[in-house]
């Protein structure tokens, strides 16, 4: 079965740092494209980063480019986001997120997701 | 960045009700569609890949079309499991970008 269990979330004041993690089983995490997306209390969704299956190529949304980092471990099965220099507006439920085909190029079809685990920004 | 519009927000229906939830991309993105269903508390799941791929173990009730910037996602019967939010995504391009969501609610 696969899971996918997030955590490292919590509250952290604006400027502050934190690391998700997203511990995966079930499946050859190596394999597969991984992604975070979040979600702002009672809003949308909004993709936020991914990597490739060797860690060799990561993408972000503009607006955490340079502040968060996606990293995995494929040895722990385990995929990471780092942020840094957090604001407000990054207050939401972060999910770890599978890319639907192995070994594959990204096409950003996200078949299975974590539970999340909920980041507030606040002083 | 690619904008998704979903209409309409929210939507009341009754089991058995047929329902169509489109969204409009703000240029064209091919067939790259999805759509996901949310509960509330809960991840999101995969319905539709593709504009029209259903995704595995997902009921045949549900089915998209569309093509270019006019997609619908469809629920032919409501099932009471169905209520839910829905969001379309675009995956032509990055930043991959959500539509707001459609909340399906019980009439």
């Known amino acids: 079965e696969v899971q996918l269990v997030e955590s490292g979330g919590g509250l952290v004041q604006p400027g502050g740092s934190l690391r998700l993690a997203c511990a995966a089983s079930g499946f050859t995490f190596s394999s597969y494209w991984m992604n975070w997306v979040r979600q702002a209390p009672g809003k949308g969704l909004e993709w936020v980063a991914n990597?490739?299956?060797?860690?060799?190529?990561?993408y972000y949304v503009d607006s955490v480019k340079g502040r968060f980092t996606i990293s995995r471990d494929n040895a722990k099965n385990s995929l990471y986001l780092q942020m840094n220099n957090l604001r407000a507006e990054d207050t939401a439920v972060y999910y770890c997120?599978?890319?639907?085909?192995?070994?594959?190029?990204?096409?950003?079809?996200?078949?299975?997701w974590g539970q999340g685990t909920l980041v507030t920004v606040s002083s | 960045d690619i904008q998704m519009t979903q209409s309409p927000s929210s939507l009341s229906a009754s089991v058995g009700d047929r329902v169509t939830i489109t969204c409009r991309a703000s240029q064209s993105i091919s067939n790259y569609l999805n759509w996901y269903q949310q509960k509330p508390g809960k991840a999101p799941k995969l319905l539709i890949y593709?504009?029209?791929t259903l995704q595995s173990g997902v009921p045949s009730r549900f089915s998209g079309s569309g093509s270019g910037t006019d997609f619908t996602l469809t629920i032919s019967s409501l099932q009471p499991e169905d209520f839910a939010t829905y969001y379309c995504q675009q995956s032509y391009s990055t930043p991959i970008t959500f539509g707001q969501g459609t909340r399906l609610e019980i009439k």
């Open positions: 997120a599978r890319e639907r085909l192995s070994h594959s190029s990204s096409w950003y079809q996200f078949d299975y």
């Open positions: 990597i490739k299956q060797d860690g060799s190529e990561s």
């Open positions: 593709r504009a029209s």
